[in-house]
């Protein structure tokens, strides 16, 4: 078994605090990459609460790895979490060249480049590379389709936001799901249909109240959409 597959199983060890299980799988499959390493220690700095710290880890294996998925997705969360508004964009556009259509991931990373136009205010890019993003995965992406719906959301383009929400939001599930409802509550909030919204807020909050999610950001907008929808 290679390392690198589990390194996404290494993640949710971590941010639930299995320090010890972590460490096991550790010792179980052997010695890490140099790649690998740093993404499982920068893991252990984001769990911790040190996001810039880990960001610096990150950047360090992809200078040398740029075609990095995982790293490059984890050090762009970190920009996001700390405010950075312009290195989401530029850790992309660093390494954006090594994924081309081959790639097995390359609707998602195209998702994630929407993700960075749309933190730096260039709406028509972020629509442009997140409708290539959701037509490349198919609506199965939920970054992608996130990243898309939040530019329909700035743009007031509410319809079309719903339209697609419509046709996809059923291929996406659990925390995915989550995201997603969130963008339909707003969607719905901007066609003023308050009373679809209201029932997106709910599903959301039932979700997470279910879900082993513990992160504050998804609780904040469940609030935050359980608010709106109620503005009437």
């Known amino acids: ?15 639930r605090n299995r320090y010890p299980l972590y460490y096991f799988l550790y010792l179980l499959l052997g010695s890490l990459t140099r790649s690998e390493t740093l993404l499982s220690a920068a893991a252990v700095q984001f769990s911790r609460g040190e996001i ?4 610096k ?11 990095d998925a995982i790293s490059l997705r984890l050090v762009q969360s970190c920009y996001m979490a700390t405010g950075d508004s312009k290195n989401p964009l530029n850790c992309m556009a660093r390494c954006m060249h090594t994924f081309d259509e081959s790639y097995h991931l390359h609707g998602h990373m195209l998702g994630m480049l929407c993700a960075g136009y749309l933190e730096n205010g260039l709406y028509t890019e972020a629509d442009q590379v997140g409708s290539r993003a959701v037509e ?22 509410a319809s079309a936001g719903v339209n697609i929400l419509e046709a996809h939001l059923s291929k996406n599930i659990c925390t995915g799901q989550q995201l997603l409802l969130f963008n339909q509550g707003c969607l719905l909030v901007h066609h003023g249909n308050y009373l679809g919204a209201a029932r997106a807020a709910d599903v959301l909050i039932a979700s997470l109240q279910h879900s082993h999610s513990i992160f504050v950001s998804s609780f904040t907008t469940a609030a935050f959409l359980f608010w709106l929808s109620r503005l009437d």
């Not at 490349?136 to 383009?157: C, E, F, K, P």
């Open 1 to 15: 078994m290679h390392v690198s597959s589990t390194i996404p199983a290494c993640f949710v060890l971590i941010h």
């Open 52 to 55: 810039s710290a880990a960001a």
């Open 57 to 67: 880890v990150i950047e360090t294996s992809l200078m040398e790895n740029p075609q």
């Open 136 to 157: 490349r995965t198919r609506g199965r992406d939920v970054w992608a389709m996130h990243s898309l719906l939040n530019t329909y959301q700035i743009a007031g383009r």
